[in-house]
């Protein structure tokens, strides 16, 4: 059993959970992930590793209420236990060696492009970050991004927050304007990482994508999380999560991600009706 030290809520959708996990938290990673169970019989989900403490042990994730595996999730607080807690899992981002980045986070993504900002800056890079989100409620993490960010632009889709707009406008005015990065990291949704890899292929800036695949066993065996790259089929648990965004196949990658929507409905309706019987 692998005990929650501490939950917070972010946003109302999004919380950020510490579990002791000192095996983990030992070897993790920028970039990789961890698979968790919330009890015995719950599903496997896999969640970026979003920080470590090596001396506490500890590894946090940041996770969005979307489905019924994170509303069973989200039922848990500090003091009780995850039943299984598997990592680090895949291969850990290419960092070294980069002396300017730009950071483009969207949504609950920014949860897994923190780490490579903070990694980056520690390591003295400069950091361009630009996060974007559909409206101020649903911001997380701008102080962080703050504070390892040598600039830093927020993005909200109806202007509510920071400036009104896409996260490729504000990339799209740096890159017009002469930055030249030796590399852009995005992480978000799939259609935001597409138009944020269509917009640095022009300027010929390299842009790592994280690819979030749905995943069942983190192997490579169960073949869920197949991505195209290249024309190659690759798997984002062991050959990524991080790939060449100029590569990836990703109108191939939105249209998997859309079989399941009907499934994962009904399991989450079936969730709320179990959650609002054990209340009452």
Avoid at 18 to 28: E, G, N, S, W
Avoid at 82 to 110: N, R, W, Y
Avoid at 128 to 139: A, C, E, N, P
Wanted: overall charge neutral.
């Amino acid at each position: 059993m692998y005990p929650i030290i501490s939950k917070e809520q972010l946003n109302p959708t999004v919380a950020r959970m510490v579990i002791h996990a000192p095996l983990v938290a030992r070897k993790a990673q920028v970039g990789q992930f961890i698979i968790l169970r919330a009890g015995e019989r719950s599903k496997r989900m896999p969640f970026t590793v979003s920080d470590v403490d090596r001396e506490l042990g500890t590894v946090a994730i940041i996770y969005q209420v979307v489905g019924a595996g994170t509303m069973e999730l989200d039922q848990l607080q500090a003091g009780q236990s995850l039943h299984d807690f598997v990592g680090p899992l895949g291969t850990p981002s290419e960092l070294e060696g980069l002396k300017k980045v730009c950071i483009v986070g969207g949504g609950v993504g920014c949860a897994i492009a923190y780490p490579a900002a903070k990694a980056l800056h520690r390591m003295g890079a400069t950091v361009h970050s630009i996060i974007g989100f559909r409206s101020w409620d649903l911001v997380i993490l701008e102080e962080q991004f703050r504070q390892v960010s040598d600039r830093l632009r927020v993005m909200t889709d109806d202007g509510s927050h920071g400036e009104k707009g896409l996260v490729t406008n504000a990339l799209q005015e740096w890159l017009e304007a002469g930055e030249r990065y030796d590399q852009v990291i995005t992480i978000g949704p799939l259609a935001m990482m597409k138009f944020v890899a269509a917009t640095t292929r022009p300027f010929g800036v390299k842009t790592v994508v994280s690819m979030n695949s749905i995943m069942v066993d983190g192997t490579g065996m169960c073949g869920g999380c197949r991505v195209t790259v290249d024309g190659q089929t690759r798997f984002a648990c062991v050959d990524g999560p991080d790939f060449d965004g100029h590569l990836i196949n990703f109108d191939e990658a939105i249209a998997r991600s859309r079989m399941y929507l009907p499934f994962e409905q009904h399991a989450r309706e079936d969730a709320c009706r179990l959650f609002q019987k054990e209340i009452r």
